[in-house]
């Protein structure tokens, strides 16, 4: 166990993600594996296959967390630019990357392996490719960034396989007390409790039943299982005190 | 039609999406809203609840970019904090809003109205509400700063609400040609009619299909529909003499 907190960014690449065409799901996927290796997430950002934007944002964020995790542009076409723009980011050459050479060769015939796809087969020169079992190009980690695919199924693939080798903490469990309370009449309760608990960082949300009416979702978030457990009785407790039906999920 | 292009940036606020717990679908109905009116997403982000970062978040966007719209963080309970941020992001103080305050008093009756009910009728001074036909309790407009709900139900209504004042420019159309080839067989094609349609965005987004084998979606989105159909024929052409058969959607 270690007091060092380790932090993370997402970068979501893509004009499909902010044209709303495709309905990103990735970061969902990767803030669910860091919290279990007890990486704190703290921020995502999406941004378009521009590369001076791409390379900018890929320093600004290595600079200010532990490890960097792009999604999408490692393609074939024309609009697949991610590899390029982080060798810019890091002011390293863009190399035929010999283990990817060899991944390729064997997955095309010679008269197959075009210019296109000779181009997924280049990283920064100095990057550890990151294995792809789902479609076989492969992605890259370069420094703390790792460069991954944007296809939910390869994306996951690839970062179940590097998620073993992250440096991080106990990881981060969760609580949730659900109510069917206003979120008005438990506010102040639920504040208190927060107070009390620094450490838990406690969340209210509302959402809408089926049925209709509101719901509200408490949910509890912490490293230590025993302070998480107290807080979380403490909530229940407050709800019942107003009436409520707290449910422990 | 004016040459002025408008930008925007989505700023998602809230632990629930960095943690994993909720899948944000709020970027991807403002990105297809904005679409709609030719307002240019440049970016997104997703930000912790935390006052600082909000507040430095939102003055780096509004300075950048025409509009900014947020999500999240304007309930009753602790980690409702988004208007307290946007105030100190502008150097406003956060007040009762009384027209606001008016809202609140025909819902609740006076002993219902809490202080933490009362806090949700507080915004930056100066600001404009925006009205939520939903649960009721409005988003405020402050400067280029629009501040929504994060229940997508809420948000959506608050979104279409300020949508049609908005400034932007001929709607950003979009056709797409979906084809069975591989990406690295369209690859050089595709390119090359990107090279000759700068105005028209060419995406090629690679799928699974349910069945097996990859798919590929190659989308094609300008703000010409003449030019839009000129490309996206000779797309289609392109993957009809590569022996592939285009469907057009």
Chains 1, 2 share one sequence.
Do not use: W
């Not at 179940?160 to 969760?174: E, F």
């Not at 927060?194 to 509200?216: E, H, K, L, N, W």
């Amino acid at each position: 166990m270690t007091d060092r907190i380790y932090t993370a960014a997402v970068l979501v690449i893509g004009n499909e993600i902010l044209s709303g065409r495709t309905q990103d799901t990735n970061l969902a996927y990767i803030a669910q594996g860091l919290a279990g290796v007890g990486v704190i997430l703290k921020e995502a950002r999406v941004i378009p296959d521009v590369c001076a934007t791409i390379a900018a944002t890929v320093n600004e964020l290595r600079a200010q967390y532990d490890y960097v995790f792009t999604t999408g542009g490692i393609g074939p076409t024309h609009d697949d630019i991610t590899a390029e723009c982080v060798a810019r980011a890091f002011g390293a050459k863009l190399v035929l990357n010999q283990e990817a050479l060899k991944l390729f060769q064997a997955i095309f015939k010679p008269e197959e392996l075009n210019e296109a796809r000779l181009r997924m087969c280049h990283t920064p020169e100095g990057a550890a490719l990151i294995a792809n079992p789902v479609s076989r190009a492969p992605g890259f980690q370069m420094g703390n960034v790792f460069v991954m695919a944007g296809i939910p199924r390869v994306m996951q693939a690839m970062f179940d396989s590097v998620k073993p080798n992250l440096k991080g903490g106990p990881a981060v469990l969760s609580r949730t007390v659900a109510c069917e309370l206003p979120e008005g009449a438990i506010a102040k309760g639920l504040g208190d409790i927060q107070t009390r608990y620094a450490d838990i960082d406690i969340g209210s949300y509302p959402m809408f039943r089926r049925g209709g009416g509101f719901a509200v979702n408490l949910v509890l978030r912490g490293r230590d299982p025993a302070r998480l457990d107290a807080a979380t009785q403490e909530v229940a407790e407050m709800v019942r005190s107003l009436g409520g039906n707290p449910t422990l999920e």
